[in-house]
């Protein structure tokens, strides 16, 4: 009976630490550790996921918003996931909206040879999904942008929602100088006016 016992008690605990560690993230981020961007700069952004605890899915898809003012969209790509023998990743289009500034960051659909599209789970932890990037406009204004998630787009192995990116605009240094050596002309302008 204590044998048995402790056999049940050395089961259950290995069941709770093995599923201790499983998580399911979406996380938008860049590979560039500075987020200062001057304009005509391209930022490149990256969807890293996990799904490491057993959970199953036959589609995903995740869409972020972009400050079309600030930005211009660029090239997207993806990486089909990992999927057992027999069966692939169908990698959808990727396009942005412009008159809605949206932009679809990873869509893909897992298919069996002869059963079609069923659910199938992954063990992944960190991997680079996808990579989307932007240019900074001439125009844009100087400050934080932030590309989120849209609300309610994210579709992976039962995460329905990410942490978005954000990024600050800086100005050009030609134009900082510029802006110190007006400041200087008019301090020196205001101390002859006060002799």
């Given at each position: 009976?204590?044998?048995?016992?402790?056999?049940?008690?050395?089961?259950?605990?290995?069941g709770l630490t093995?599923?201790?560690?499983?998580?399911?993230?979406?996380?938008?981020?860049?590979?560039?550790?500075?987020?200062?961007?001057?304009?005509?700069?391209?930022?490149?952004?990256?969807?890293?996921?996990?799904?490491?605890?057993?959970?199953?899915?036959?589609?995903?898809?995740?869409?972020?918003?972009?400050?079309?003012?600030?930005?211009?969209?660029?090239?997207?790509?993806?990486?089909?996931?990992?999927?057992?023998?027999?069966?692939?990743?169908?990698?959808?289009?990727?396009?942005?909206?412009?008159?809605?500034?949206?932009?679809?960051?990873?869509?893909?659909?897992?298919?069996?040879?002869?059963?079609?599209?069923?659910?199938?789970?992954?063990?992944?932890?960190?991997?680079?999904?996808?990579?989307?990037t932007f240019t900074?406009?001439?125009?844009?204004?100087?400050?934080?942008?932030?590309?989120?998630?849209?609300?309610?787009?994210?579709?992976?192995?039962?995460?329905?929602?990410?942490?978005?990116?954000?990024?600050?605009?800086?100005?050009?240094?030609?134009?900082?100088?510029?802006?110190?050596?007006?400041?200087?002309?008019?301090?020196?302008?205001?101390?002859?006016?006060?002799?």
């Open positions: 009976m204590l044998r048995r016992c402790a056999v049940f008690a050395a089961l259950l605990l290995l093995s599923r201790a560690g499983a998580t399911v993230s979406v996380v938008l981020t860049s590979p560039d550790p500075d987020p200062y961007y001057l304009p005509g700069e391209t930022i490149t952004l990256t969807v890293r996921v996990t799904a490491n605890g057993g959970e199953k899915d036959n589609a995903i898809s995740g869409y972020i918003r972009y400050p079309n003012a600030s930005v211009a969209p660029g090239t997207s790509s993806q990486a089909p996931l990992p999927h057992p023998p027999g069966g692939s990743w169908w990698q959808g289009q990727i396009p942005c909206y412009q008159p809605t500034y949206i932009c679809e960051v990873f869509d893909q659909l897992a298919i069996v040879e002869g059963v079609g599209s069923i659910p199938v789970a992954v063990n992944l932890t960190d991997f680079q999904l996808a990579t989307v900074v406009r001439s125009t844009s204004p100087l400050g934080v942008i932030d590309f989120p998630w849209l609300e309610g787009s994210i579709d992976f192995f039962g995460a329905s929602s990410g942490s978005g990116y954000s990024v600050t605009i800086i100005p050009e240094p030609t134009t900082v100088s510029l802006l110190c050596v007006g400041l200087l002309g008019l301090t020196r302008a205001a101390r002859r006016d006060l002799r």
